[in-house]
């Protein structure tokens, strides 16, 4: 074992992980299902002898998989390198297609996979973006989206399914009959909620769909793109016509495969509401701070959260100090997403929903999985209890601030 393998095994050990949105642990049996395609069946699937062929029906078979997480047909799905490239290459494509629209309709609370490619398009297409708000529950204003779709003007309209910050689901089945109404291609980054929350495309008829592979227990570095049937779409990636030509590249085969029984793991708890379990550790978790702990505020509108995220403002902590402290204590969670960890200004997320500034600085999310107990949450319970209390012993108090961190 070299030195930094051996470190990282001393940091991990024994550690409580809340930080399910920025990626997930492996699931055991995706991790089983995945090995043989990294040993014995290591063939390119587009050859031409029975062994290939062997893993081309196992590529056939992930498809099926994801499209019925997802309630999709099987070539509805192109499998992609991550959730960003899915993103990237529906946008470049709905781009090209813009003609004398020029609006990208958008909200202010996506993740930077969607707003940073659409601001590059100004340069290419001259395409100009719109972030429509969210309200203080962190929702999307649908009135102020249905006037930018009746405005004529929009080539397409991408909104998330649910924030990766706040987990707050999004009104996507209202936001698709107002933009098809107004005859405008929709997409959604489904990424953080596929795997959590039903998703279901023949009920809620989005065009395209983003999925990641690692934000539900398959290895990161492949994602999934759904394409309603009948849809056009042009690749990012041109050259040997893999997944119907609709991205090239020879398949990250085993990893696809993981993505895969990721995909009907999920959906066996999801049709079985096992994640309700999950909710019930979160509820457990904030209850107890929110009674254990003075000045703990819960963001978001509450009723419309995925199963497993917890969005936390701590008066007169500031994140930064309470991540140093967390981890220490071992607990692993964000401030914000986890892009902006080590960033001081607060999320665009935050400032959307009207959070001030000294409570976004505050706020911290703590993301489960179907791995978290209730040992853990109890675990984690105290160590923030003991964080927060710490750094108000050296502040002076809640509400009492700069922070400064002594550990
Ligand atoms: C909402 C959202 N979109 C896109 C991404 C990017 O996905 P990937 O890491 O697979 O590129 C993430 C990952 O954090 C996300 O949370």
Same mark, same amino acid.
């Given at each position: 074992m070299t030195a930094c393998e051996n470190r990282f095994l001393r940091l991990h050990s024994g550690m409580i992980y809340l930080d399910s949105n920025a990626t997930t642990r492996i699931h055991p049996e995706v991790l089983e299902a995945m090995m043989p395609f990294l040993t014995d069946?290591?063939?390119?699937? !587009? !050859?031409?002898?029975r062994a290939a062929r062997m893993v081309r029906e196992a590529l056939e078979c992930a498809h099926a998989q994801v499209a019925a997480l997802i309630h999709a047909k099987p070539e509805e799905i192109v499998f992609t390198g991550c959730g960003t490239e899915s993103n990237n290459a529906v946008i470049a494509f709905l781009a090209s297609q813009s003609d004398h629209r020029k609006k990208i309709i958008t909200s202010a609370i996506e993740h930077s996979a969607i707003l940073r490619y659409c601001d590059s398009l100004a340069d290419v297409y001259g395409l100009v973006t719109e972030k429509i708000g969210v309200d203080a529950g962190g929702r999307l204003l649908l009135d102020d989206f249905s006037e930018a779709m009746d405005a004529g003007d929009a080539a397409m309209a991408s909104i998330m399914w649910a924030n990766n910050e706040t987990g707050m689901i999004q009104p996507i089945a209202e936001a698709v009959e107002l933009a098809h109404r107004a005859g405008v291609p929709f997409h959604t980054d489904a990424i953080q909620a596929v795997g959590k929350t039903v998703v279901d495309v023949r009920e809620v008829p989005v065009d395209y769909l983003s999925i990641s592979g690692h934000k539900f227990h398959a290895p990161k570095g492949v994602g999934a793109l759904y394409i309603r049937e009948g849809l056009r779409f042009e690749p990012l990636l041109r050259g040997g016509g893999q997944e119907s030509g609709r991205r090239s590249g020879t398949e990250n085969v085993a990893s696809i495969i993981g993505m895969g029984k990721a995909a009907e793991i999920m959906k066996k708890r999801l049709d079985t509401h096992a994640n309700d379990g999950v909710a019930e550790l979160r509820d457990h978790f904030e209850r107890r701070l929110i009674t254990e702990i003075d000045g703990v505020r819960v963001n978001g509108a509450l009723a419309y959260r995925t199963a497993n995220t917890s969005h936390l403002s701590f008066e007169g902590c500031e994140a930064a100090g309470l991540l140093i402290l967390l981890d220490e204590y071992g607990v692993q969670c964000s401030a914000g997403s986890a892009c902006m960890t080590g960033k001081q200004q607060p999320s665009h997320v935050q400032t959307a929903m009207g959070i001030s500034a000294s409570q976004a600085k505050s706020s911290l999310r703590l993301s489960f999985s179907l791995f978290s107990t209730r040992a853990e949450t109890d675990a984690a319970a105290e160590a923030v209890k003991k964080a927060v209390n710490k750094l108000r012993s050296v502040q002076g108090g809640p509400g009492v601030g700069p922070v400064q961190v002594f550990t």
């Open positions: 069946h290591w063939y390119n699937p !587009s !050859s031409g002898y």
